[in-house]
Structures are given as C-alpha cells and as structure tokens.
C-alpha cells in the first residue's frame, strides 16, 4: 500500500456505500463477519478529522504550507492579481480525498480543487496525451 490505510477505507467505504456500484462485492463483504469487523474499526479511526497516515503525507503537507506561508509573507500588500498555485498528481484516486482533507484543513491559505481524470476500462484512449507523450 502506496498510500497507507486511509486510502483503502475510502475505497472500501465507496464499496459499501454503493457509490462504486459494486453491490456484488458489498453483499459478500456484508457477509464477512471479519470484514465488518475491520471496517468498522476504519470507520472509528478515519471519520474523524484526518491525522498525517503516512510520513509522505506530513512531508507533503509541510511544503504545500510552508510554500503558501512564505508567499503570502512575501506578497502581501501587493495587487489582488498576484496569485501563486501548487499542482499535486497522485496516482490512486483514492489518495486525492486523503490529500485534499488533509489540505482543506488550512483554508483559507489553501484553497483545494480537486481533478481526477476519467478511466478508460484501464486502457489509455489513442489520442491519450500520455501516450502520446511518449513519442
């Protein structure tokens, strides 16, 4: 796990919560005593408000706000028009919701978008700019 275990709740909470639309796997997750069990004690440890999981994170999350800091420190006073953005790419959509809670906790000075691009049944398009980057 790339990630750690907060991202693998949010993928198992899109499961049985039915926004995956995998009623197939949740019914037999319902199922698993054992399962149940292990999600119930994520759902205890992750519905409260998100805690660095992994030391990516922290480090992460401690140059997105010393970026922010020093600039606003820098900047201010100057005219609205000077703005300064910071572009994060993961490779798991389910760290996207990790990151971007854990960003959305320093609002104002963060202001999170989030953007995940569209699977393609787990092949790229042949007009994909990834793949036509490797050329």
Request: charged share 25%; aromatic share 8%.
């Amino acid at each position: 796990m790339q990630m750690g275990l907060r991202s693998l709740f949010f993928y198992v909470q899109g499961i049985m919560d039915g926004s995956r639309e995998m009623s197939r796997a949740r019914n037999e997750l319902q199922r698993t005593p054992t399962f149940m069990d292990l999600y119930k004690e994520m759902e205890v440890m992750f519905l409260k408000p998100p805690a660095g999981t992994s030391p990516k994170l922290e480090k992460l999350e401690e140059v997105v706000l010393q970026h922010f800091k020093q600039w606003s420190e820098t900047n201010t006073g100057l005219a609205g028009t000077v703005t300064t953005r910071v572009m994060i790419f993961s490779s798991f959509r389910e760290s996207v919701q990790e990151i971007a809670a854990m960003l959305n906790r320093h609002a104002p000075l963060i202001r999170v978008m989030t953007f995940m691009a569209r699977l393609l049944q787990g092949k790229e398009s042949k007009d994909s700019p990834r793949k036509n980057s490797s050329r």
